[in-house]
């Protein structure tokens, strides 16, 4: 096993994954357990389906919404937070056995089993929502109009078979959710951004902006916090490039962590903040909550937009100002996009050393392009060659994540930043993923790479305890 330095021993404990082994002290690395079948996604029906099955679907539908209006007029709403969850079903299922019997309809004892579960998730949940809020293998939800839910499971999208009644019962699933935090949305404000009580991310656009009805996305909160260990399990990247990550962050060099939608940017950042110490003060800043940081010294800030009067914004950059007064170590912005920029790389210059942050781009040097852009669209006048200066000496290192084309995420890359070459920002990347092609089964072939660089920060890592072999950097060692 390759040997990963943790801080000298006169510093405080090491952080989660680290084992002491004799003197030195090594990252244990699980083994990948053997594969266990993922749950069956709920998956759309395919055409040849009977139509009879989907008869029976319709028909259930149909029956659950007679079935929700009667418990409307039936249930005392007001007492509904203080039942317990057995207690409303034995309520549901008699009312349900009732409704059944004056309407004349016929279900076997599954069907009414699923009845009365799809109406407790009506009355205390988000309806049809909550058997995919459920399923831990579902990572994301999205609604294109009441007809259509895509689910993402494995990395990979597929249609599932829930779906609502009709557009009026998304609209108030999607009122019941930003309701809850205290937001709205209509035709005046019809785009939404919230969090669900679990910490999924929540955004909406309701006609006449969604044209072919409401557009709901739901990013799922994960409960499990994927460590390094764990991802060097899954193949995200190799022991060799979490021993250099570990020295990066724990000796406090500004990283950013780059990647596009669904790439892993922030199960990223939260495995590399496990390398943070424990003593230290973390300030983090987010339009949405999503980070799970282990430390126990946090200030955790979160952004709002402004209320139904159009005024009591606070924004990313709001936080961060307010932020710097707070005595943080360091600052974590959960994805960095507008404003905020200049006061985090202000922040990154100017004694927060080890702050990180994500940036939407497809490789290291896109993402210094993206910073360019973000200070010159903020309106300060400020020469190309001054605001290549900042970023070269506020960021230290980009780390590049990918979702690969069957669903896999790796790190495709590990890259610093040097300096100047006159008005040119110098970088060098040191691992990088190269691709082979594809196997039979979709799967893509593919290997991490050191490209030979040795790391520009190699005497501030020895400085601080963590004296990397020069191995690290070089194809042998990764074989």
Known sequence: ???????????????????????????????????????????????????????????????????????????????????????????????????????????????????????????????????????????????????????????????????????????????????????????????????????????????????????????????????????????????????????????RLNVIVSGGTGSGKTTTLNALSSFIADDERIATIEDTAELQLQQTHLARMESRPANVEGTGAVTQEDCLRNALRMRPDRIIVGETRGNEVIDMLQAMNTGHDGSMTTIHANNARDAVSRLENMIAMTGVELPLSASRAQIASAVNLIVQVKRLQDGSRRMTSITEIVGMEGEIISMQELFKYEIHGTAENGKIIGEFVPTGMRSFYADRFKQWGYDLPTSIYTKAAAQ
């Open 1 to 251: 096993m390759f040997k990963r330095y943790n801080k000298p021993q006169s510093q405080t404990a090491p952080p989660v994954g680290i084992a002491e082994q004799g003197t030195a002290k090594v990252v244990s690395i699980e083994k990948p357990k053997e594969a266990i079948p993922a749950k069956t996604p709920i998956i759309a029906p395919n055409s040849g389906e009977d139509s009879k099955d989907q008869k029976r679907k319709d028909r259930l539908i149909d029956v659950r919404m007679q079935m929700h209006k009667r418990l409307l007029e039936t249930l005392n709403l007001a007492a509904i937070d203080k039942a317990t969850n057995a207690d409303l079903r034995r309520e549901i299922a008699a009312v349900t056995h009732d409704g059944l019997q004056e309407i004349g309809i016929v279900l076997n004892k599954a069907e009414r089993d699923e009845l009365v579960q799809d109406l407790l998730d009506e009355v205390t949940g988000l309806g049809p929502l909550e058997p995919l809020l459920r399923d831990d293998d579902v990572s994301d939800i999205l609604i294109n109009g009441h007809k259509q839910i895509f689910i993402e499971c494995a990395g990979k999208l597929t249609l599932s078979d829930v779906r609502f009644a009709d557009e009026k019962h998304l609209l108030r699933v999607i009122d019941k959710i930003v309701s809850a935090v205290g937001r709205r949305v209509d035709e005046s404000n019809p785009y939404v951004d919230a969090r669900l009580k679990d910490g999924s991310r929540f955004n909406a656009m309701v006609p006449p902006v969604a044209v072919d009805g409401a557009l709901v996305s739901i990013r799922k909160f994960k409960k499990e916090k994927l460590s390094i260990d764990k991802l060097v399990a899954f193949g995200a990247f190799t022991e060799q490039m979490a021993a250099y990550l570990q020295a990066a962050v724990a000796t």
